[in-house]
């Protein structure tokens, strides 16, 4: 097929608008999804540090690719990747490879954190328990992580690598689940909060393929490694059902994603107020002890 822009021979056929894009045409329509977002989530005043998670996969790489790419000759901006090694030995060696070589080609500074570092466990110690899920202490913990090490390397905002597939799946659960708390405090946000480094998400409207086609055409650098806990997540059986929607009714995660946008700044304002700090770390909380504080209180009772 050829590129409905150009002529030339197509990379991709965007289903949900039904064109045939070549490689620079491609890159185009993703950059501009990302530069807006960007634009609609992000105001520059004085010098900023911008931190990006870089998990070495190919979302965060895109994202840390795209970073430094818009911002990298800003003067007023410095980018700082974090890595988060969650202890699984047979996965994150892998991918933080990936992520020390794209940190390096980019001239881009890299911090690495470590949960047995900081909790003294791996989520291998957690998997090994059986009646636990490591996804759940897993992604506790690294966020965790992320923002304790944004708030040492004084980092103005985080910019994570969720695509429009793990936001629809996020939205979608929360919902289910009746947790519109949790639903209130996705990102990106919208404002600052005491104790919280603002999460950005320039990727937030990009499908999963269209970051995954990306990233290869443009030769960046990510592991392709899968983590071998991935089976447990409950994530699984949302992304299943949502895939189906999209199958038979394209454009369905962007209709999810538009209507999450159209009642986030009333959610983001009725939530995120009432948060408290937490009476073990001060970390800020909806309840009284963190999730973070909560999950290692139980880890001490069968260490």
Not at 34 to 48: A, P, S, V, Y
Not at 62 to 77: C, H, Q, S
């Amino acid at each position: 097929m050829k590129c409905n822009s150009c002529g030339r021979e197509s990379v991709a056929f965007i289903r949900y608008n039904g064109t045939h894009l070549c490689q620079e045409h491609f890159n185009r329509y993703v950059e501009r999804r990302i530069r807006l977002e960007f634009r609609n989530e992000l105001t520059i005043k004085g010098d900023t540090k911008i931190g990006v998670a870089l998990s070495g996969g190919k979302d965060s790489a895109v994202a840390l690719y795209e970073t430094k790419k818009i911002f990298g000759n800003r003067k007023d901006v410095k980018i700082i990747a974090i890595t988060v090694d969650e202890g699984i030995s047979s996965y994150r060696p892998k991918t933080m490879v990936s992520a020390r070589k794209l940190a390096e080609r980019l001239g881009v500074e890299h911090h690495i954190a470590t949960v047995e570092e900081k909790y003294a466990v791996t989520m291998d110690k957690v998997a090994e328990k059986g009646e636990l899920i490591p996804c759940s202490y897993c992604g506790v913990f690294r966020r965790r992580l992320l923002n304790d090490l944004s708030l040492d390397l004084k980092i103005d905002y985080l910019v994570t690598g969720l695509n429009m597939d793990d936001t629809a799946q996020s939205i979608i659960m929360n919902l289910a689940r009746g947790e519109v708390d949790r639903l209130g405090r996705m990102g990106p946000h919208l404002r600052a909060k005491e104790g919280l480094i603002p999460r950005l998400q320039p990727l937030r409207k990009i499908p999963e393929k269209e970051v995954l086609l990306f990233a290869i055409l443009n030769g960046i650098e990510f592991s392709h490694d899968t983590c071998p806990y991935a089976n447990f997540a409950l994530r699984n059986e949302f992304r299943d059902s949502i895939d189906r929607w999209e199958e038979r009714t394209p454009g369905t995660k962007f209709a999810i994603l538009n209507s999450y946008d159209r009642i986030r700044e009333i959610l983001d304002h009725n939530i995120l107020p009432n948060m408290n700090k937490c009476k073990i770390c001060g970390a800020p909380t909806a309840g009284e002890i963190c999730k973070s504080c909560t999950m290692e209180r139980e880890m001490e009772e069968w260490k």
